[in-house]
């Protein structure tokens, strides 16, 4: 199993400042490439504080020039909110940038927020048309001359300037999580990127399920690769309540992803205020017993147990996530600690 990064700028009041939360980032990336991580994946949100992250391919050139070896994965692009021969291009460019450490991931996308500013107001729920068509598109021109005729877009004959480094093309991630998303994935040759969300490892079998029938479908097709990724937060084995710290900002954080999930305040300089505590009360995911039980939180020796169960399902990556509304000296805390005393059970 290999191990991977994936990371934002978590903001939820004025301060700290961007530039600081980006320098915070950047060396949460050095510490896991020192660790032996695989990828740091950035994904792509736009208006949205506590997700501050709208260029991932910004974040990713600059620590293509500051790191060595780590691979930089865009975690994902949102298909909807692009155009194929600009996001080709504009990919391809940082695979040349990194001499070939790109790791392209793209999803259909969540946020109505998002949705409702930056492309007339589709139905999130509709974004999965253009991932369909995105995905052979950019293969097409990532490949050379290319034309499509689409019911999401239409273009002459192009070929991407310039073209990837990495041959035939970048590895592509595609975020999946109902049977048909796998399928898609599995027939176009693209590896899977799955989260559990707040659910626990009944729903992480599931996915892997999904993904292992998709596999079974198209025996044709070289199995790809399938990652994890979880919040992920760890104490040491001598403090037997340091679990609370993590579940207690977990549950803080899904409160966040509840408020803008459902879209209904105003906001007011990119913040939304988390749903109070009352508003899930009734909501068993919420307890901190829950989130401990369902996340990534525990000490390391808890941690191992769990990861070995997700090798066992096929899973060839886990992706360590950091957002989770700790600061930053916390996250590297736990991450350091991840890196020292669960990682060495997988080499």
């Known amino acids: ?10 903001r939820y009041s004025d301060q700290p400042s961007h530039r600081q939360l980006f320098e915070e980032l950047c060396e949460l990336v050095k510490i896991a490439e020192a660790g032996g991580f695989r ?3 950035i994904g792509e949100h736009h208006g949205m504080q506590y997700t501050s992250s709208p260029s991932p391919v ?16 865009a975690g994902t692009f949102v298909a909807p909110f692009w155009d194929p021969i600009r996001l080709a291009g504009e990919a391809a460019l940082l695979d040349v940038i990194s001499n070939g450490r790109l790791e392209f991931g793209i999803a259909r996308g969540a946020y109505q927020f998002e949705f409702d500013r930056l492309v007339d ?8 048309k253009a991932l369909r068509e995105m995905i052979p598109a950019l293969q097409g021109l990532w490949a050379g001359d290319y034309a499509h005729e689409g019911e999401v877009y239409n273009f002459p004959m192009t070929t991407s300037v310039p073209q990837p480094v990495q041959g035939p093309r970048p590895p592509i991630w595609i975020a999946a999580r109902d049977p048909n998303s796998h399928d898609f994935a599995v027939k176009s040759n693209c590896n899977v990127m799955v989260t559990a969300l707040m659910k626990g490892d009944e729903e992480v079998e599931d996915l892997a399920n999904k993904f292992n029938v998709a596999c079974a479908n198209h025996p044709d097709v070289s199995r790809p690769d399938l990652m994890l990724l979880r919040h992920t937060y760890v104490h040491e084995e001598s ?13 803080l954080f899904y409160r966040y992803f509840l408020a803008w ?14 749903a109070p505590p009352e508003a899930v009360a009734d909501n068993p995911e919420f307890s901190l017993e829950s989130l401990r039980r369902n996340m990534m939180v525990g000490t390391p020796s808890e941690i191992v147990e769990r990861l070995k169960q997700y090798e066992k399902l096929g899973f060839t990556e886990y992706s360590f996530w950091t957002d989770n509304t700790l600061p930053f000296e916390e996250k590297k805390r736990s991450l350091e600690l991840f890196i020292r005393e669960v ?5």
């Open 39 to 41: 990828t740091a994946w």
């Open 121 to 128: 107001g589709m139905s999130a729920a509709d974004g999965g």
């Open 239 to 251: 403090d037997p309540e340091g679990w609370r710290k993590g579940a207690e900002a977990l549950n």
């Open 261 to 274: 999930f459902k879209n209904d305040q105003p906001g007011k300089g990119g913040f939304f205020d988390p």
């Open 58 to 73: 910004a974040q990713l050139a600059y620590l293509a020039a500051k790191t060595e070896k780590i691979r930089l994965g």
């Open 1 to 10: 199993m290999q191990f991977s990064l994936f990371v934002h700028m978590e």
């Open 343 to 347: 990682v060495p059970h997988f080499r």
